[in-house]
T-cell receptor, first 110, second 114 residues
Framework: RKEVEQDPGPFNVPEGATVAFNCTYSNSASQSFFWYRQDCRKEPKLLMSVYSSGNEDGRFTAQLNRASQYISLLIRDSKLSDSATYLCVVLSYNFNKFYFGSGTKLNVKP | DTEVTQTPKHLVMGMTNKKSLKCEQHMGHRAMYWYKQKAKKPPELMFVYSYEKLSINESVPSRFSPECPNSSLLNLHLHALQPEDSALYLC?????????????FGEGSRLTVL
């Protein structure tokens, strides 16, 4: 079983749509959780850290459910510029490894 | 602007060449990482350095040789590579391996092996 699992998509949505990505992780003792965004042929960049209380940054909302070992990312009012691959990343319980999901590709269309 | 700097951005080498990838960060981070990324795949961990000591080698072939000369620098020495080693090589850093902070990536070195 993979440490982190994501729906690879692609998600094709119109501008203005709300889209949600989900991610599950296998190790209940995992320490930290992140969403990264990666544009084509570029490096991953941190979008948001994910906290148990949930956190919001503008149009982006991240949630963590430790009981279900589940992380989500909600994007509201999608923009063309949101088109990218979104990577779910989990820091292992013994801190020394970051586990990556396979990434979910988002295409926002006019 | 990334705070992790990688050079060169692009590298083409033959299978008999020896080359090096370089990475530098000045954020005071004590954990540094090499990842390999193929198209449409997530980054794949190769090596982790913690306080300038190699702490993880993910069974990487010996034709890849990492080096951490000091807390700011990380090198990846390449020798006798194969065409399937062509990929984006990403350097990353984090505060420490016993901390909960995120990874900071460099822009990557895109390697083509002919």
């Amino acid at each position: 079983r993979k440490e982190v699992e994501q729906d690879p998509g692609p998600f094709n949505v119109p501008e203005g749509a709300t889209v949600a990505f989900n991610c599950t992780y296998s190790n209940s003792a995992s320490q930290s959780f992140f969403w990264y965004r990666q544009d084509c042929r570029k490096e991953p960049k941190l979008l948001m850290s994910v906290y148990s209380s949930g956190n919001e940054d503008g149009r982006f909302t991240a949630q963590l459910n430790r009981a279900s070992q589940y992380i989500s990312l909600l994007i509201r009012d999608s923009k063309l510029s949101d088109s990218a691959t979104y990577l779910c990343v989990v820091l292992s319980y013994n801190f020394n490894k970051f586990y990556f999901g396979s990434g979910t590709k988002l295409n926002v269309k006019p | 602007d990334t705070e992790v700097t990688q050079t060169p951005k692009h590298l083409v080498m033959g299978m008999t060449n020896k080359k090096s990838l370089k990475c530098e960060q000045h954020m005071g981070h004590r954990a540094m990482y090499w990842y390999k990324q193929k198209a449409k795949k997530p980054p794949e961990l190769m090596f982790v350095y913690s306080y300038e000591k190699l702490s993880i080698n993910e069974s990487v072939p010996s034709r890849f040789s990492p080096e951490c000369p000091n807390s700011s620098l990380l090198n990846l020495h390449l020798h006798a590579l194969q065409p399937e080693d062509s990929a984006l090589y990403l350097c990353a850093s984090s505060t420490r391996t016993d901390d909960t902070g995120e990874l900071f990536f460099g822009e990557g070195s895109r390697l083509t092996v002919l």
